[in-house]
T-cell receptor
């Protein structure tokens, strides 16, 4: 596989469930990101990891718990979610922390529905 | 704080029509500006970028010019194709806090091109 992959592509969960989203990048990048994409709203940055260390938590509720065991893998653990958490969750990676110099590469996303 | 505002969509055009998608920004420093495109079922891809005032980014027939005086970065294409149908996102990276990993996105504009 090449690029950034995400599994599962679709997930339906109840508010009391616990589930995890997985992201894997095959690009040799060092930085990884979680974004939330809701309908008609700007893309929201959730977390940033650089060399496995979290460098940004954008005031995300604790029911979202990220994990980055190595530079190639990023997880988002979900528990006791709310219906308003239903959205497309996008993972991205970049060689270094993105900005002017390092382009972010995105995965296709996980479509999450909380019932 | 920094922000990006895009024109509301959807934008519906006939093939070979001229495209403009407006984007304006608010930033305290001297940001870099980006256009990303999201095709159906895929992640975001970088389309073009500009890093300083009066720079023009271009790719695949799309262009955008960094206008500091009007704080704008409008996306244009002279002749759209059906394959250009996608969601387009304007984004900025604040160079004053360079390489923090933060990209600020607009809400996206859906383009539909009809044959």
């Amino acid at each position: 596989e090449t690029g950034v992959t995400q599994t599962p592509r679709h997930l339906v969960m109840g508010m009391t469930n616990k589930k995890s989203l997985k992201c894997e990048q095959h690009l040799g990048h060092n930085a990884m990101y979680w974004y939330k994409q809701s309908a008609k709203k700007p893309l929201e940055l959730m977390f940033v990891y650089n060399f496995k260390e979290q460098t940004e938590n954008n005031s995300v509720p604790s029911r979202f718990s990220p994990e980055c065991p190595n530079s190639s893998h990023l997880f988002l653990h979900l528990h006791t979610l709310q219906p308003e958490d239903s959205a497309l969750y996008l993972c991205a990676s970049s060689r270094g922390l993105a900005g002017v110099h390092y382009e972010q590469y995105f995965g296709p996303g996980t479509r999450l529905t909380v019932t | 704080g920094d922000s990006v505002t895009q024109m509301e969509g959807p934008v519906t055009l006939s093939e070979e029509a001229f495209l403009t998608i407006n984007c304006t920004y608010t930033a305290t420093g001297y940001p870099s500006l980006f256009w990303y495109v999201q095709y159906p079922g895929e992640g975001l891809q970088l389309l073009l970028k500009a890093t300083k005032a009066d720079d023009k980014g271009s790719n695949k027939g799309f262009e955008a010019t960094y206008r500091k005086e009007t704080t704008s970065f409008h996306l244009e294409k002279g002749s759209v194709q059906v394959s250009d149908s996608a969601v387009y996102f304007c984004a900025l990276s604040d160079n004053d806090s360079s390489n923090t990993g933060k990209l600020i996105f607009g809400q996206g504009t859906t383009l539909q091109v009809k044959p």
